[in-house]
Every structure is written in structure tokens, then in C-alpha cells.
């Protein structure tokens, strides 16, 4: 495995830790790195949940390393399967990831943190986007997702003026599910993956698979497609061996044992 990512699993959760003093700034080649690592967990079926996060505690990422591009790595390179930082654009991924935010998030950093399903937060950390400033886009992701996340004067001024956002107001608009101590994040999210680990695997893909593809829908057009036999898991968890399980485990007052099936 490459010095820039740690990797560990444990037990269902894998744990993603980028390592790249001093700003855990990302370069194709990391993205390529961090795109076979978010694959093969989506393709093992023994991983449930994924947490990424960064080392230390100043920096969760601040996004494309600039000394790559001053050096000449053009900002529409190839960064490799999932898009920049290899889950930006892994949209066939339905399996839920949590991003640990240590520290400032900024650019890519902030777009690797939105493609996550959710976001623990320490109390110190912040979230930008200042690609502007620099001549360029959050194109990452960043000025597609956060409009679907903020009203629009205050996604404007973000994307327009670079302008930090701090852990708090992120938690008062909706962008974090939780505020902790830096000391306490890694807990924190462990304790999210756990609670996300206890339920039906086949249940949470198809979830995901049922929110991402009817989100710009009506609730009638989403019912109409939901039902249209088009989907992969949603079909399979109507008719699925844990649809039994669950009931079964709930009347006989034990805990489920999930197949997956």
C-alpha cells in the first residue's frame, strides 16, 4: 500500500487514513491510490461501512495538491476510477461511507467530504470552497452537490468568495450529522459505522440505490420508478433471505443474523 493511505479493517468497517504531510493534499497519483482502495471495498463482501479521514489534526484534506499543478498536472487529469480522490464520482457505489472531517476540508477536500453518505466533524474543523481564487472550479463535485444542500445566496458566496464555513454553522445547515473534540472523532465516527453495520446490508444499498436515482424526482415518479423493476437492490431486498430474518429475530427477541441475500 502506497505511504500516502492507511488502510485497516475492522472487522465489517474500513478505515481510510490519508497521509500526506503537510495539507493531505491530493495528486492523481493518490487519487488513483484512494479510487483501487474505495473499488475494492465496494467489491468485498465481507466490508460494510468506510471511514476516511486524514492524519493529524489541522487538515482533513485541502483538496489538489498545487504543487502537482504548478508542476504541470492539469486540473482535468485523470485522477483515476471514482473521480478525483477515488469517490467523487463512484456513483455505482452502494455502500455507505462516513468522512471523519480532523481539520480544514477545503476544495477537493470539502467535494471528497460531500461524496460521502455523512460527515462526523472535530469541533475545529472547517469547510471551503476556494477554487475561484486560484483561477478554477470545484468541479469535483463541489458546485453540483452543495446547491442540493444550501440556498443558493449562501452557495453563491461560498463558491464566489472562497469564505470558510466552520463546524458549527455546517452542523446548523445540515452539511454534518455530528460536532465532537478532535479526540473524540474517530470514536465518534467508529460508534456511526457501528449503528450502520447492525442493520441489513441489502436494506442500506438499496437505500442508497433508491435515493440517489429518484432525488430529482417527484414522489410519484419515484414511486412509479422505484417499482418499475429497474433497480438492482430494491427488487432483491423485497424477496430477500433478511426480509424474513429481521421479523424473526424481532418476535424471537434475539438479534438479526444478516445474509446479505
Known amino acids: 500500500m502506497s505511504e500516502s493511505l492507511h488502510v485497516t479493517r475492522n472487522g465489517s468497517i474500513l478505515e481510510i487514513t490519508l497521509d500526506r504531510p503537510k495539507a493531505n493534499a491530493i495528486d492523481a497519483k493518490t487519487s488513483f491510490e484512494m ?3 474505495f473499488l ?3 467489491d468485498d463482501p465481507e466490508l460494510r461501512v468506510a471511514i476516511i479521514t486524514g492524519a493529524g489534526e489541522r487538515f482533513f484534506s485541502a483538496g489538489w495538491d498545487l504543487k502537482a499543478a504548478a508542476e504541470g498536472e492539469a486540473p482535468d487529469a485523470d485522477f483515476g476510477p471514482g ?3 477515488g469517490l467523487t464520482e463512484l456513483f455505482d457505489l ?3 461511507v462516513i468522512a471523519a472531517v480532523n481539520g480544514y476540508a477545503f476544495g477537493g477536500g470539502f467535494e471528497l467530504a460531500l461524496g460521502a453518505d455523512m460527515i462526523v466533524c472535530a469541533d475545529n474543523a472547517s469547510f471551503a470552497l476556494p477554487e475561484a481564487k486560484l483561477g478554477i ?15 443558493p445566496a449562501i452557495v453563491n458566496e461560498m463558491m464566489m468568495t472562497g469564505r470558510r464555513m ?6 446548523r445547515w445540515g452539511i454534518v450529522n455530528r460536532v465532537v473534540s ?3 472523532l474517530m470514536d465518534s465516527a467508529r460508534e456511526l459505522a457501528a449503528q450502520i453495520a447492525q442493520s441489513a446490508p441489502l436494506a442500506v444499498a438499496a437505500l442508497k440505490e433508491v435515493v440517489r436515482t429518484t432525488s430529482e424526482m417527484t414522489v410519484e415518479e419515484g414511486y412509479r420508478y422505484t417499482r418499475s423493476g429497474v433497480l438492482k437492490h430494491y427488487p432483491a431486498v423485497l424477496h430477500s433471505e433478511d426480509a424474513l430474518e429481521g421479523p424473526a429475530a424481532f418476535a424471537e427477541k434475539r438479534d438479526p443474523v444478516w445474509a446479505g441475500k
Open 35 to 37: 479510487g483501487e482502495v
Open 40 to 42: 475494492a471495498f465496494r
Open 83 to 85: 473521480g478525483f480522490a
Open 94 to 96: 452502494d455502500k455507505p
Open 137 to 151: 472550479v470545484p468541479d469535483s463535485g463541489g458546485m453540483l452537490r452543495l446547491p442540493k444542500l444550501l440556498p
Open 166 to 171: 466552520d463546524a458549527e454553522e455546517a452542523l
Open 182 to 184: 478532535n479526540a473524540e
